[in-house]
């Protein structure tokens, strides 16, 4: 992956975690979107770990997922996904819950020697009081206000394990990268966000559809 679609994902990642609370500051820069799920497919627990899949257990951030045996942890992303996040932090100036933020997962199909695709990220944050539909609702108007050609097909909500979780199926066009789709998977326990993202190309996205379905629903918070 490439520095400027490593920028790209840290900064949508970090607007996923900002939510609420830079909406809440600067509620004039933005305008109510409302959308349309187009339909009711996601959420849907699979009874089993598909016979390919390998699971990852984490036992210092508490999580475990699921995912197929050819796709690779690059572990070596984490410390630039933190660098760069608070490099992105200092230009916005947030002083928000983001400084609590950080990438704990990165990973997925080795699709170049630098790039993956599909791929998979978590990231966990600070609420800074916010409740979960508010932060994700906002989030969501946040990517269709800086991705004009965003869309969002689909939005549920659901229990993954013991959790509430709220489930997203959106696109959107990123430099140097051409258009986009992803399932992202937001879940708030106590005063942490949890947000799991997995995405490929869309012109790919049917071919990989039900293996992101499948990671994002085995995803498994440890308490």
Known sequence: MNLQREKVVIFLSLLFLLGAFYLVVNKDLFSATTHTSLSPSLGVPIEEIPSDFVTYTDDNN?????????WTIDKSKL???QEDSLEVLKCMKSGT????SKTVFFGGYPDTANEYLPSLQIVIGSTKG??????????IQMLDVFFKDFVLFEKSNAVIGEHETIIFDYAYTVP???RVRLINVFTVTGTITWNVRCGTSEEYFETENQTIRNVMNSFQLLF
């Open 130 to 139: 916010f409740a979960m539909e508010k932060l994700a609702e906002d989030a």
């Open 79 to 81: 410390n630039d996904f």
């Open 97 to 100: 819950a983001l400084e609590e």
């Open 62 to 70: 508490l999580f475990s997922i699921s995912f197929p045996s050819d």
């Open 176 to 178: 140097e990268m051409g």
